[in-house]
């Protein structure tokens, strides 16, 4: 079953419309190893103009492929790389490099409990422009900590808590994640629902001052909410579609994100 539901966190969690959690509470195991290819679009009629609610609104297609490895039983590595179409354009944002590890299980009689951290790094593949509505993120260079709690019953119910840091270099603003998802993963299907919630440390505002502004300074908070179903098509495919919805925010889009995509498990052994 691990190999199945393992990739349900998926690509989604590195686009601006769909975040939730860099890292999931499922292990792939010693030498199996997930891909994933998925395209999305988000519908976004307003912006947050620092805290304000304005009518500044875009539409935006993207997608991202994902490759997932188990090393060991406790230790994941993984990779992804988005790419957006905005302004009819073609553009490749921040590849990921993600490493996670489960160092403590709790057994019970009808459940477990797992503690895991990750580390990982994000950095910008193109040039891409920063400076208007369309842009695709803040092209920062990016160090990720995490800490993840992951309570799972044998009935396949669970629930995930992780939090950490995000270290940003340049003048880009650090920022405060905390992501809370609950669901069930069984053998015919998988869904769940999340919470997802980033903080800034301070930043300026979009049209603040002081003028002219320095786009990589802008401080990007938001409350966001989604869930994921996912069915196997077979003993190594399946397909999922995913929601989620920008609730508030500072400097951020509202409004809601739709995603597909097909799923790829296979062993190296």
């Not at 503690?115 to 790094?121: A, P, V």
Request: hydrophobic share 35%; charged share 20%.
């Amino acid at each position: 079953m691990k190999k199945i539901v393992a990739i349900l966190f998926l690509f989604l969690s590195i686009c601006e419309g769909f975040t939730q959690g860099k890292i999931d509470g499922f292990y792939r195991g010693s030498g199996n190893a997930s891909t994933s290819l998925g395209l999305g679009y988000e519908d976004t009629p307003n912006y947050f103009v620092g805290t304000e609610k304005s009518d500044i609104g875009r539409t935006l297609f993207f997608g991202s492929a994902f490759v997932a490895y188990g090393i060991t039983p406790d230790f994941d590595i993984n990779t992804s790389l988005p790419f957006f179409v905005s302004n009819d354009k073609l553009r490749v944002q921040d590849i990921t490099l993600f490493l996670k590890y489960r160092f403590y299980t709790f057994e019970f009689e009808n459940s477990r409990l797992e503690i895991s951290s990750g580390l990982g790094f994000s950095s910008p593949l193109s040039d891409y422009e920063t400076g208007g509505l369309n842009d695709i993120g803040q092209r920062a260079t990016i160090l990720e900590t995490r800490g993840m709690f992951h309570y799972h019953c044998n009935t396949g119910w669970f629930l995930t808590l992780q939090s950490g840091y995000s270290f940003k270099f340049e003048e880009v603003p650090n920022s405060f994640p905390l992501t809370f998802k609950a669901g069930r993963a069984m053998s015919k299907w998988y869904y769940d629902v999340w919470y997802d919630y980033q903080n800034s440390s301070g930043g300026i505002d979009y049209r603040g001052t002081p003028p002219p502004q320095n786009f990589k300074e802008i401080g990007v908070d938001y409350h966001k909410a989604g869930g994921t179903i996912y069915r196997p098509l077979g003993q190594d495919f399946g397909i999922y579609a995913s929601f989620s919805y920008t609730i508030s925010g500072r400097n951020v889009f509202q409004g809601a994100g739709y995603g597909i995509g097909l799923v790829y498990n296979f062993s190296m052994k």
